[in-house]
């Protein structure tokens, strides 16, 4: 019997993880949207969330992508502690201009995302950190362990969503509940990757790995931008109510490529890292991840297509929202 390839055991992991989590997210999404919360409440979230996913890619500098390529594990866990020490600092400069334009009677912050706002640095340094932990996995090989922290942040945000819902919290408690998922995931990775966050941070890092804030962090703000400004600009055009609703349709079409992006280029990202530093060619494994990509994609995003318009119908429709009861 042929041994199944150790790629496709991590690819199957991240996959099976990634699709419960989304599972849950969005059957919690469905059940906030329609008895809970206004379309206005969720746009807020989804404003929220964009922006701080944009920050959190500035935050980081991009230099998670370096850990693939660290010399030793021990590297690899000093620069995440750097990450994590230079987003946290992000962070709290974005709470302290919140706070600032509060005190200084300019609302329009506040306006624009309500409860969610004060929220944003804490969105902001959860990402930052899970995005670079899930890096750490990566290398380290435990994707089963990336798996199982995403179900269990997925869980926490699905629960605390629904549970804000029931108390009234607005969006703000959306966003709360956002943010304890991913700092419960965050956390429960730090402790399988043997992450200790006490110790020496070894800042000359950065100027080791500069070629990534220097080459890869302006595209990546880019792309987080024609995804992540998408969101507070259909909240200026068209009102909260509608970015509220684009943000629903956006999750449900962009589950599928999280199902696929995530879980390859976790996997593959380590195993062409490795090969560098081993001094082999990546152009053959790179072509082969490609076409097999273009393959799989065709019978997940086409249900989508044809299928999305229905699911959105069917959310906003046919069940009684919390203004109709």
Not at 145 to 156: D, K, L, P, Y
Request: glycine residues 10%; aromatic residues 8%.
């Amino acid at each position: 019997m042929a041994r199944v390839p150790r790629s496709v055991v991590d690819v199957a992991h991240l996959v099976w993880g990634t699709a419960a989590s989304q599972v849950v997210l969005l059957a919690s999404t469905v059940v906030c949207a329609r008895w809970f919360f206004t379309d206005a409440e969720l746009g807020e979230l989804s404003t929220a969330v964009a922006v701080a996913t944009i920050l959190a890619t500035v935050a980081t500098l991009r230099l998670e992508m370096a850990l693939p390529l660290a010399r030793t594990d021990r590297e690899a866990r000093d620069l995440v502690r750097v990450v994590l020490a230079g987003s946290a600092g992000v962070a709290a400069v974005v709470g302290l201009l919140v706070a600032g334009l509060e005190l200084a009677g300019v609302h329009w912050w506040t306006a624009a995302l309500g409860g969610a706002a004060w929220w944003v640095p804490a969105v902001v340094l959860a990402t930052a950190a899970y995005q670079t932990l899930r890096m750490l996995q990566s290398r380290l090989g435990q994707f089963r362990h990336t798996s199982e922290s995403g179900v269990t942040g997925a869980v926490v945000t699905g629960l605390g969503q629904v549970a804000a819902g029931m108390a009234g919290s607005g969006s703000g408690g959306l966003t709360a509940a956002y943010a304890l998922g991913r700092a419960v995931s965050d956390l429960q990775m730090a402790r399988r990757a043997g992450l200790r966050v006490a110790g020496r941070l070894r800042w000359w890092l950065v100027r080791r790995w500069r070629r990534f804030p220097v080459w890869v962090l302006l595209p990546a703000v880019l792309n987080a931008l024609s995804v992540g400004a998408v969101a507070p600009l259909v909240q200026a055009w068209y009102g909260k109510e509608v970015a509220g609703q684009f943000g629903l349709a956006q999750r449900l079409l962009m589950a599928p490529a999280a199902l696929l992006g995530q879980a390859v280029a976790g996997v593959f990202f380590a195993r062409f890292a490795a090969m560098v530093r081993e001094g082999r060619s990546t152009t053959s494994t790179v072509v082969t991840v490609a076409e097999a990509l273009a393959c799989v994609s065709l019978p997940v995003f086409v249900p989508f297509v044809v299928l999305g318009p229905d699911a959105v119908s069917y959310t906003h429709l046919t069940l009684p929202t919390n203004r109709e009861v």
